[in-house]
């Protein structure tokens, strides 16, 4: 009841204080709330479906990023693939590439994200060109990993696309470099971080 009165309270504060998008109207305990709504929804996928039909209305930049963000949230990979899909049309709510970096950042589904990269990487290519800098954000959604197999992958998916990568080539090398970074403060501070945890 909590979540879906805190959603209420988003729509009532957007129609009414903000009727054609001029400003942002959603404070920062909506965000946490509606986020925590998507995660523990309680009635199937009601307030997913309720956050969706805000991010469709709203014409506010700020408002559609975290919409995106607390949509990621959800464990429904049925939702994800909506989300992607979504991101492809003519004019979607959003940025095209915000939805699958916010689905790894802000979602916590790094191997989905990296999944659907690898899959639609023609998709984006095309949307974005070879001269885009936009592909960055896509191409440092892997930069999370931190084992020497997913580094691999990586350095050998990105290698197979040297022909349309364009300008997105320096983000490689430096995605390549945090990976690895990862792998050694894995190997250095892992065994202690284990440690620590099961002392608690």
């Not at 959604?141 to 020497?148: M, R, V």
Request: aromatic content about 12%.
């Amino acid at each position: 009841r909590l979540w879906r009165c805190s959603i209420e309270a988003v729509v009532s504060t957007q129609s009414t204080g903000d009727p054609v998008g001029e400003k942002s109207t959603i404070k920062d305990i909506f965000t946490t709330i509606t986020r925590t709504a998507i995660i523990y929804d309680s009635n199937g996928d009601e307030n997913w479906s309720s956050m969706w039909d805000l991010l469709q209305k709203s014409d506010w930049e700020a408002d559609q990023k975290k919409y995106i963000a607390a949509l990621s949230r959800t464990n429904s990979t049925d939702k994800l693939d909506r989300m992607v899909d979504a991101s492809f049309e003519e004019k979607p709510k959003g940025d095209c590439w915000r939805y699958l970096s916010y689905i790894s950042s802000q979602g916590g589904h790094l191997e989905y994200a990296w999944q659907t990269l690898q899959d639609r990487w023609d998709d984006y290519a095309t949307k974005y060109n070879s001269t885009s800098f936009t592909m960055g954000y896509l191409i440092e959604i892997p930069a999370d990993f931190d084992t020497e197999d997913k580094y691999t992958q990586v350095k050998k998916f990105f290698d197979s696309k040297s022909d349309n990568i364009g300008t997105g080539l320096k983000t490689v090398s430096e995605t390549l470099a945090t990976i690895k970074n990862n792998i050694e403060k894995r190997k250095k501070y892992g065994t202690v971080i284990k440690n620590w945890l099961t002392t608690l």
